[in-house]
């Protein structure tokens, strides 16, 4: 197995089972350092967490959350209780056996209610999931510390910044001049593969704009709004483009204009 070195001189493997657990923070504080500067010099390891947060954050957005029936959990626990307890059986008490059967049907009955509402939900289309996803990631990029991983408001220096982090080279605009000033770029990880993302500002809003190579020949475009975010998607040159913000769909129109 490839092994990768880190920044203090040592070495460690590259198992997966590390990766995930330092995803789900199950890691103490020794072990979480060494993955985290792990997952930051290593290449393959820093594509699978990449992968796996996305993976975990697509999950909780698309996955409906059921409750338990009221006393459910009571009833179960009250004959547990019961089952343990050194008194004699009473008449009509039930054994641990019946409830154990009482336990399995009520979670057969609570899959099956699972299954009738996702059912019910319809399956979501490769846009709508990728939408998702662009949504997300701008949420994190605003509620962390990640916004830019190269700050700067000229081109010359974001633009070759890009160079051997990607395998291609994305559209940087000034655009400055037209209102929306360069604020900078960093890397992304949305549909299945590394992305550029280009951060521009419009007054005191922040502005994403994802780009990668297109892998269709679809060239039309999609405007979206959900939860008070414009979304706006198209392709150019050969490339697909992601913009969103929570400014007005008029003035991320704009900003396509400009793009495209």
């Not at 198992?15 to 290593?42: F, M, N």
């Amino acid at each position: 197995m490839r092994r990768q070195a880190n920044r203090g001189g040592s070495r460690m493997n590259c198992p997966s089972e590390l990766i995930e657990a330092y995803l789900d923070d199950e890691l103490d504080p020794v072990q979480h350092a060494a993955v985290e500067r792990h997952v930051a010099e290593c290449q393959n390891c820093s594509d699978r967490y990449a992968r796996l947060l996305q993976q975990k954050a697509d999950i909780k957005t698309a996955a409906p959350y059921f409750s338990a029936p009221p006393g459910l959990l009571q009833s179960v626990r009250s004959g547990l209780r019961r089952e343990a307890s050194p008194t004699p059986r009473r008449s009509g008490y039930l054994p641990l056996s019946a409830w154990r059967s009482i336990a399995i049907a009520a979670s057969v009955l609570l899959v099956f209610s699972v299954s009738w509402n996702v059912s019910r939900i319809g399956p979501r289309t490769a846009e709508a999931n990728l939408a998702e996803s662009v949504l997300n990631d701008h949420i994190r990029s605003l509620i962390g510390t990640h916004l830019v991983d190269v700050p700067s408001s000229d081109r010359h220096t974001v633009k070759p910044w890009f160079a051997g982090k990607l395998d291609f080279s994305p559209d940087v605009r000034d655009l400055a001049a037209q209102g929306f000033p360069l604020v900078g770029g960093r890397v992304e990880y949305l549909a299945g593969r590394r992305v550029a993302a280009l951060v521009y500002q419009r007054r005191q809003h922040v502005i994403n704009v994802f780009i990668w190579p297109a892998t269709s020949s679809f060239a039309g475009q999609m405007d979206i709004s959900k939860d008070g975010y414009n979304l706006l998607q198209w392709t150019h040159d050969g490339m697909t483009f992601w913009a969103i913000s929570d400014v007005s769909a008029a003035e991320l129109e704009t900003l396509r204009t400009l793009f495209t």
